[in-house]
């Protein structure tokens, strides 16, 4: 008899650790690098949980509690010819390294012409939604994408964090891989294709609107639009996957057929790569727009620790509705 049993589920925690344990298995320059990685921990959320017992402390290293320097070991480790996969324990420590980040790894390769490439790749955690506080839930991913030379990675499904993570840790210039905490617990089918750094997936296809997004705002978006389905705006949904390198030409083909534009986004409205997607849009396909591009994002406020007004913080299905809505009560 065929087996016909559903295809089995993984969380997208699993999905980053598996990719995590085949590039150490396929290839020794990969090593991993930051607070606490090691077993019996794992991490702070057990992504790399058990790594270290199988490949030792020599390629999966316990750091000090110092995000300089452990972005700065592995900017030395990529320019020595190895493959680091830095954790910044939480997005927020950022600032603490960005002058590694932003002035070394992103800048080395430009500036040596070619010559010295910075193959690393710096993991990092987005608590926003966990009750974790101001300082540990700041989605900070417009910092990044303003700076030439790195590659920003929000995955949303298992199959592909884990595709992406494969492409960030292959590449040879710096890539931050974002991981926003709510969505490792997320589960859904892991299967083997491949996903090159740039390229946007539709997740839902549809002729009236589309939602412009990426990670776990990608489910909230699905959540809506199939809510809509039956009698209001039939709503695409484009995950971009990858805000640096982005895939414009994506955006615009999929604006350019629904004619109404969302840009859905967890980090604050104000500044946000939403902003940067809106004049995107809006610069390319003036003359095709029935209604004006709007964004979605939280609000500009430090994000709170009681769980009622994080709610109210953030963005959510309600507010995302709203402006479909609106953007669709414009034109025939």
Same mark, same amino acid.
């Given at each position: 008899?065929?087996?016909t049993a559903a295809?089995?589920?993984?969380?997208?925690?699993?999905?980053?650790?598996?990719? %995590?344990?085949?590039?150490?298995?396929?290839?020794?320059?990969?090593?991993?690098? +930051?607070?606490?990685?090691? *077993?019996?921990?794992?991490?702070?959320?057990?992504?790399?949980?058990?790594?270290?017992? #199988?490949?030792?402390?020599? =390629?999966?290293?316990?750091?000090?509690i110092s995000e300089?320097?452990?972005?700065?070991?592995?900017?030395?480790?990529?320019?020595?010819? $190895?493959?680091?996969?830095?954790?910044?324990?939480?997005?927020?420590?950022?600032? @603490?390294? %960005?002058?590694?980040?932003?002035?070394?790894?992103?800048?080395?390769?430009?500036?040596?012409?070619? @010559?010295?490439?910075?193959?690393?790749?710096?993991?990092?955690?987005?608590?926003?939604?966990?009750?974790? +506080?101001?300082?540990?839930?700041?989605?900070?991913?417009?910092? $990044?994408?303003?700076?030439?030379?790195?590659?920003?990675?929000?995955?949303?499904?298992?199959?592909?964090? =884990? !595709?992406?993570?494969?492409?960030?840790?292959?590449?040879?210039?710096?890539?931050?891989?974002?991981?926003?905490?709510?969505?490792?617990? =997320?589960? &859904?089918? %892991?299967? /083997?294709?491949?996903?090159? %750094? +740039?390229?946007?997936?539709? #997740?839902? !296809?549809?002729?009236?609107?589309?939602?412009?997004?990426?990670?776990?705002?990608?489910? /909230?978006?699905?959540?809506?639009?199939?809510?809509?389905?039956? *009698?209001?705006?039939?709503?695409?949904?484009? /995950?971009?996957?990858?805000?640096?390198? $982005? *895939?414009? /030409?994506?955006?615009?083909?999929?604006?350019?057929?629904?004619?109404?534009?969302?840009?859905?986004?967890? !980090?604050?409205?104000?500044?946000?790569?939403?902003?940067?997607?809106?004049?995107?849009?809006?610069?390319?396909?003036? &003359?095709? $727009?029935?209604?004006?591009? @709007?964004?979605?994002?939280?609000?500009?406020?430090?994000?709170?620790?009681? #769980?009622?007004?994080?709610?109210?913080?953030?963005?959510?299905?309600?507010?995302?509705?709203?402006?479909?809505?609106?953007?669709?009560?414009?034109?025939?």
């Amino acid at each position: 008899m065929p087996d016909t049993a559903a295809p089995a589920e993984v969380s997208v925690r699993a999905a980053i650790t598996r990719a %995590l344990d085949e590039a150490l298995e396929a290839d020794d320059t990969v090593v991993l690098l +930051g607070e606490d990685i090691a *077993d019996p921990g794992g991490g702070v959320f057990g992504v790399t949980k058990g790594l270290s017992t #199988k490949y030792g402390s020599d =390629r999966v290293r316990d750091t000090p509690i110092s995000e300089q320097a452990i972005v700065g070991a592995a900017v030395g480790a990529a320019l020595g010819g $190895l493959r680091p996969v830095a954790e910044i324990m939480f997005m927020d420590f950022l600032g @603490l390294c %960005l002058d590694q980040l932003a002035n070394h790894a992103a800048k080395l390769r430009y500036m040596s012409g070619g @010559l010295t490439p910075v193959p690393m790749v710096l993991r990092t955690a987005v608590g926003g939604g966990l009750q974790v +506080g101001a300082q540990h839930s700041q989605m900070l991913e417009s910092w $990044l994408t303003h700076v030439p030379g790195l590659q920003v990675v929000v995955p949303s499904t298992p199959t592909d964090a =884990r !595709a992406l993570l494969h492409a960030c840790i292959s590449s040879d210039d710096p890539a931050v891989f974002i991981e926003q905490v709510p969505l490792l617990q =997320r589960r &859904g089918v %892991l299967d /083997d294709t491949a996903v090159a %750094l +740039g390229v946007a997936d539709i #997740k839902r !296809a549809g002729t009236d609107v589309t939602v412009v997004t990426y990670g776990r705002q990608v489910h /909230d978006a699905l959540t809506v639009a199939e809510s809509l389905a039956a *009698d209001g705006p039939d709503v695409e949904v484009l /995950d971009l996957r990858c805000l640096a390198p $982005l *895939d414009e /030409d994506a955006v615009l083909e999929s604006v350019r057929r629904t004619r109404r534009a969302v840009v859905l986004h967890e !980090a604050v409205v104000t500044g946000g790569f939403g902003a940067e997607l809106a004049a995107l849009i809006s610069e390319a396909l003036f &003359g095709h $727009l029935l209604a004006p591009v @709007l964004r979605v994002g939280a609000v500009p406020a430090p994000l709170p620790y009681a #769980k009622n007004l994080e709610s109210l913080a953030l963005p959510g299905p309600e507010r995302l509705r709203s402006a479909i809505g609106r953007v669709t009560s414009y034109g025939g």
